[in-house]
Nanobody, 117 residues
């Protein structure tokens, strides 16, 4: 099982980006999925989560600006980021809990989001 993230890039403050992450491999079902981020010199932090039923949770710093969603048929999770700020600059990682697999916890490689002020 692998997670492949995409959609990062350079954007001006106030702009938008949409991140995508798709799981591939032998997958029966996916539990909760999430996006984390790690800014230079800082620890990785949770950005948003979504469970298999679609219930979401957001970090206070992104509430009202970011939206997490998922497509269970495509084994994918998305992060729509609006009103981006300089402090949103980070490497973004997708996460998935995939039961009935040997590892169960999977991380994508990360995609860089750079917001210019």
């Amino acid at each position: 099982v692998q997670l492949q993230a995409s959609g990062g890039g350079l954007v001006q403050a106030g702009g938008s980006l949409r991140l995508s992450c798709a799981a591939s491999g032998s997958i029966f079902s996916i539990g909760h999925m999430a996006w984390y981020r790690q800014a230079p010199g800082k620890q990785r932090e949770l950005v948003a989560t979504i469970n298999s039923g679609g219930v979401t949770h957001y970090a206070d710093s992104v509430k009202g600006r970011f939206t997490i969603s998922r497509d269970n048929a495509k084994n994918a999770v998305y992060l729509q980021m609006n009103s981006l700020k300089f402090e949103d600059t980070a490497v973004y990682y997708c996460y998935a809990h995939i039961p009935l697999t040997s590892v169960q916890v999977y991380w994508g490689r990360g995609t860089l989001v750079t917001v210019s002020s």
